[in-house]
Nanobody
Framework: QVLLVESGGGSVQAGGSLRLSCTVS????????MGWFRQALGKKREGIAH???????TYADSVKGRFTISRDNAKNTLYLEMDSLKPEDTAMYYC???????????????????WGQGTQVTVSA
């Protein structure tokens, strides 16, 4: 019943930008924690950015200053603006949501109840 669908991925050159979207159906994102994760080939899933139900954002050190997470509650959509992309940003990107407005550790995948199927981002040098 709850469906998260990522879009906006693709192939870009290093230094380029992409904006990922996560549209949510069957569920309202108001006052709920949401996050972006990524998983490179053969690697563990890594937390990238988080926004809690109060609008507070946090970022992994690897993307801080380059990525921006935001939410449009009216559109029930989560966004990730990615600038100054690097080859090491290449990964499958996933959005996630949880019923709680705040989660104890937003970098742990198990904290989130709902997940999208991912969108691929490839950055070439």
């Amino acid at each position: 019943q709850v469906l998260l669908v990522e879009s906006g991925g693709g192939s870009v050159q290093a230094g380029g930008s992409l904006r990922l979207s996560c549209t949510v159906s069957g569920y309202t994102i108001n006052w709920h924690s949401m996050g972006w994760f990524r998983q490179a080939l053969g690697k563990k899933r890594e937390g990238i950015a988080h926004i809690d139900g109060y609008g507070t954002t946090t970022y992994a050190d690897s993307v801080k200053g380059r990525f921006t997470i935001s939410r449009d509650n009216a559109k029930n959509t989560l966004y990730l603006e990615m600038d100054s992309l690097k080859p090491e940003d290449t990964a499958m990107y996933y959005c996630a949501a949880d019923d709680r407005a705040w989660v104890r550790n937003p970098w742990v995948p198990g904290e989130y109840m709902y997940w999208g199927q991912g969108t691929q981002v490839t950055v070439s040098a």
